[in-house]
């Protein structure tokens, strides 16, 4: 057993594997370490032990005394414990049914004409600016939030309002203004709910995911907003970060770039081999031990933190063949990024989605795309739960 270490530990850069987590992965798959806030919990590193957990009942997000948890930082969102320790389970049954059917693949193939054409449309308008361009403002970042105000019935308009919100919310270093982000937030949400049953929309049987919530029966407008809020982070926080990351991971390495200019048909693959990059899933999914158990033989008591790391598990050589090593034509497949079982990410097919087209039209029409500046020179958020690149200058 290791001895215990604290998070977040040192990552020598975005696109080089850390390597204190390759030596803990070498010595085992489960690790006692001290949060960023100083808090005990377990970190699992192992593919095998991360993707059998994922779907394990014995790990919740609930706490039966959450104010004696440990807590990975200070978000309000992901910071520490999440729902009611009785019902939990209960409680996300239900919400995946209701919002589930949202996310099917029949909706997915609808709504990608209209994703095709908005990424066509910023691509028109980056193709107009001289180079070099900042691709993480151009494409990065507008293209989810449009992509996810059509789909829940959010005007796009108030975007630089509701990212303030967003940003504010996944603050992992200061508790009070996460807080506060996520209360404008909801009562964004409330608002947005009201007027649209003050102006009919509701009733006129709107075909946006906010408006069929308030629509369902056993659904309060409060519920509707919560759940629609709550989609409106997680839709297009993490794929704002999955297109720059992917880009990036792509241009700084030329020769995957140009293979997939050869071959758009790899597009598919690729897009899976972004998912499992470095910087899309690693820090640990926090989870809490619902009772006493064993993970690779280590004790694990009720109530301990225990945290996931899909990112780790995803470099896991006992899983992938040279898993840092970015491989447009990887034969294994199983990423973690998504999560597993009960608990896959309900957004799933719509992140695949946007990068699919963002990847297909790109390669399409900047054929030459390359970075304007050196690796070492891009700049990441650390103070947010998503993380991601500030900017991605380039050239074409």
């Not at 709107?206 to 709550?230: H, Y």
Request: with cysteine; aromatic share 6%.
């Amino acid at each position: 057993m290791t001895t215990a270490f604290q998070l977040p530990f040192e990552r020598p850069g975005p696109l080089e594997p850390a390597p204190l987590l390759r030596r803990l992965q070498e010595q085992g798959p489960i690790h006692p370490i001290r949060t960023a806030v100083g808090d005990p919990a377990w970190l699992v590193t192992g593919y095998d032990q991360v993707q059998a957990l994922l779907d394990d009942n014995r790990l919740g997000r609930a706490h039966r005394t959450p104010e004696t948890a440990s807590r990975t930082g200070k978000s309000a969102l992901f910071g520490g414990p999440q729902g009611d320790f009785d019902t939990e389970q209960a409680d996300h049954r239900r919400m995946r049914a209701l919002l589930q059917p949202h996310f099917s693949a029949g909706r997915m193939r609808a709504l990608r004409p209209r994703v095709e054409a908005l990424t066509s449309a910023l691509l028109d308008e980056l193709a107009a600016q001289e180079p070099p361009a900042d691709l993480h403002a151009a494409l990065a970042v507008p293209l989810p939030i449009a992509v996810i105000c059509e789909l829940l019935g959010v005007p796009y308009d108030d975007r630089a309002q509701f990212r303030t919100w967003t940003q504010a919310a996944a603050d992992v270093t200061d508790q009070a203004r996460s807080e506060q982000g996520l209360a404008e937030l909801f009562g964004y949400g409330q608002r947005l709910v009201a007027r649209k049953r003050r102006e009919g929309r509701i009733n006129d049987g709107e075909t946006d995911v906010i408006s069929r919530l308030a629509m369902t029966e056993g659904v309060s407008d409060d519920e509707a907003a919560m759940m629609g809020m709550f989609l409106l982070f997680a839709g297009h926080e993490t794929t704002v970060v999955a297109i720059g990351m992917g880009v990036l991971w792509l241009l700084a390495h030329p020769d995957q770039w140009q293979a997939l200019v050869a071959d758009p048909s790899r597009i598919d693959v690729a897009v899976e081999e972004i998912l499992r990059a470095p910087g899309l899933g690693g820090g640990g999914i926090p989870r809490y031990a619902r009772t006493g158990m064993e993970i690779a033989g280590v004790p694990v008591q009720e109530g301990d933190l225990v945290l996931l790391d899909t990112g780790a598990a995803n470099h896991d050589t006992a899983a992938f063949t040279d898993p840092y090593r970015l491989d447009i034509a990887r034969r294994e497949t199983g990423h973690l990024t998504f999560g597993r079982g009960a608990r896959y990410c309900i957004g799933a097919p719509l992140a695949r989605l946007e990068l699919n087209v963002v990847f297909s039209q790109l390669v399409a029409r900047f054929p030459m795309l390359r970075l304007a500046v050196g690796v070492a020179e891009l700049t990441f958020n650390p103070q947010v739960l998503t993380g991601g690149l500030t900017a991605l200058p380039v050239s074409w």
